[in-house]
C-alpha cells in the first residue's frame, strides 16, 4: 500500500514539475534559469519518502474512550510503535465538532536583539512581549503552531559571513510553552545560524519540551516528515519545508540521508511528493512554506508558481513566512493561500501583523480568520476598533478576489 502511495506522489509531483516549467514568465532570468535546469532531474533515483520516530509530548492518553471518538483510526492508535515511527499523536480537541489551529508570524528571542533586552527590562514575563488577548487566542487553541526563526543553542560557531545570525539560550523554550506551542516551525534560512550543533541543539530542546519540531531534522527523512494529530476521528497533516537562499551552498543546509538540515523546497518536486502522500493518508493537509522576497508586500514569482502546485499535490491550506510583512491572501482552486503572516514578535519595527485561526469540521474547514494585530516596541497586542478595520481593509488591498469580512472572516468572493 505503501508503495502504491508514494508512485501516486511521484506521479503527481512530476505533473507539479511540469507546470513549473511551463508556468515561468520574465525576470530572475539567471535563478529561473538554474532553477528549470534542476526540474531535468524528475526521473533520477528519488529518497523514499518515509518517516522518523519522535517522542510522545502533549497528546491525549490513549483509552477505550478515545477510541469510541475516533473509530476510523482505531488500528492506528492500537499500534503505539507505528505512531511513534510515523509522528502521529492522539490529541484532545475543546470541542467535538472542530478543531480549531493557530498559526503565528516570525519570533526570534535572542538576547542579543531588542525583542528580549526589552522584554527582560520589563520583568521577563510572556504578556510584556505579547499581550494577554493574543496569549489567550493562542492558548486556547487546540492545536498552536509557531514559526521558530532562530536555533536554542550555546554552542557552535556563527555561520561565516551572514549578516544576521540568531540564536537563543534552551531557557528561552519556555516562553513557547507560555504561549501553548505545540509545533515549531525550523524549515527557515536561521535554523542552521550556529551550524550543525545549533540545529541538533535545537531539535533537543524542542523535543525535551514536548514541542514538535517541523521542517528540519537530523536527516531528510525526519526534515520531511509531517506531523500527524488524530482528533475527533480525523487525521490532520502539517507539513513545513523552506526556498530561501536560492543559491548554490546555501549557508542553511539541506538535509540529507545521513546530515541534518532543513527541509527544503527550492525544487518542490519532493514536497509536493510529501503533500501527496500526506493526503493520501489524512483528511486535511496544511502546507507551511517559507519563501518569498524581505519587505516586499506582494508574492513574488516563486511563491505564485509554487502555490498551485503544493494545492493541486493535495495541500487544503497553505500558509507563509519570510517577507517579515504581511502579503495578501489567493485561493488555488479551493485552497487558501496566505502568502506571509509577517512577523509577529521579532524585533522592535511598528509592523501590522496577526493570528491565523482555522476550524476544521468533518467535512473540512468550517472557517479561516486573521485576527490583526501589532506588533511595535518590541511588544505585539490585539487590535480593535478603527486600527483592526485599517489592517483588514489593507490586507483586503492585497488580497483582490477575496472576501474578508468586518470579523477577519476569510473565503472566495460567490462562495
Known sequence: MVFLLTLGGITLAG????????GFQKADADVRNKYESVQSSIFQERIPVSQTDSSNGGEAEVTSELFEENPRYGKILADEEYMAQNRIYPWEASSTDEVTLCFTGDILMDDEYAIMSRLKSRGGSLDEGISEDLIRVLRQSDITVVNNEFPYTNRGTPTEGKTFTFRADTDAVSYLGDMGADVAIVANNHTYDFGEQGLLDTLDTLEQASIHALGAGRNIKEASAPVYFIVNDMKIALIAAT?????????????????????????????????????AESDFVIVCV?????????????????APLYAQAGADLIVGDHPHCLQGITYCGNTPVLYSLGNFWFNSKTLDTGLLKVSIGQDGMKSLQFIPAIQSDCRVKMVYDSEKERILSYLRSLSPG???????????NGS
Do not use: M
Request: with cysteine.
Open 15 to 22: 505533473l507539479c514539475v511540469l507546470l513549473v516549467v511551463s
Open 290 to 306: 517559507h519563501w518569498g522576497t524581505e519587505n516586499e508586500s506582494n508574492p513574488d514569482w516563486a511563491q505564485t508558481d509554487q
Open 402 to 412: 477575496v472576501q474578508i469580512d468586518s470579523e477577519g472572516y476569510i473565503s472566495q
Open 243 to 279: 526556498q530561501i537562499e536560492r543559491l548554490d551552498n546555501p549557508d542553511t543546509k539541506e538535509a540529507t540521508e545521513t546530515s541534518p538540515g532543513v527541509f527544503r523546497c527550492w525544487n518542490p518536486e519532493r514536497l509536493c511528493e510529501v503533500i501527496a502522500q500526506a493526503k
